[in-house]
C-alpha cells in the first residue's frame, strides 16, 4: 500500500483553477509593470487542482506560475495560507485523478517584466516555457 501525495514548491494556475488574471495581465505588465503594491495583503483562492498536494507552508515561498494553455509563466513568489484535499470519486477504490487540492495564497513578490521572461525561460520543464 502505498500514498500518492506530491510535494510542491511551484503553483501553477490556469485562470479556471483561481489565477488573478484580472490582475496580473501580462500585456499590461509589460506596459507598466504591475507591483507587489498592487495585490498586497490580498488573499487569493484556487481550487480543482489535479491529485493530491501538499504544497510549502508559509514562510516558506512557492513559485507562483500560470498555466496559460499548457504553456507555464512564472510571475513571482506566494505563500500559502491554507490547503484542502478532497476526495472527487466516491466510487470504491482509488485511481488517478480521484483526488484534487484547493487552497488560498498571498502573493508576496512579482518579478518585472525583464525578470519574468529569464525566469519563465530557465526555470521552467523543457517545452513548458511561455516564451518558447
Not at 503553483?11 to 501580462?26: H, V, Y
Not at 507591483?35 to 489535479?50: A, G, L, N, P, Q
Not at 502573493?107 to 526555470?123: N, R
Request: net charge negative.
Amino acid at each position: 500500500m502505498g500514498s500518492n501525495i506530491e510535494l510542491n514548491d511551484t503553483l501553477q494556475l490556469s485562470e479556471e483553477q483561481g489565477f488573478p488574471c484580472d490582475i496580473l495581465n501580462l500585456e499590461k505588465h509589460q506596459k507598466t509593470a504591475i507591483t507587489i503594491d498592487d495585490v498586497k495583503d490580498r488573499i487569493f483562492s484556487f481550487h480543482s487542482k489535479d491529485s493530491a498536494r501538499v504544497f510549502h507552508l508559509d514562510p516558506v515561498r512557492v513559485f507562483l506560475v500560470q498555466n496559460i494553455g499548457g504553456k507555464w509563466l512564472f510571475w513571482g513568489h506566494a505563500l500559502m495560507q491554507s490547503q484542502e484535499i478532497s476526495k472527487v470519486n466516491p466510487g470504491p477504490g482509488w485511481k488517478s485523478g480521484d483526488w484534487q487540492t484547493s487552497g488560498t495564497y498571498k502573493i508576496i513578490a512579482i518579478h518585472d517584466p525583464e525578470y519574468q521572461k529569464l525566469v519563465t525561460l530557465k526555470e521552467c520543464p523543457p517545452g513548458k516555457s511561455y516564451f518558447e
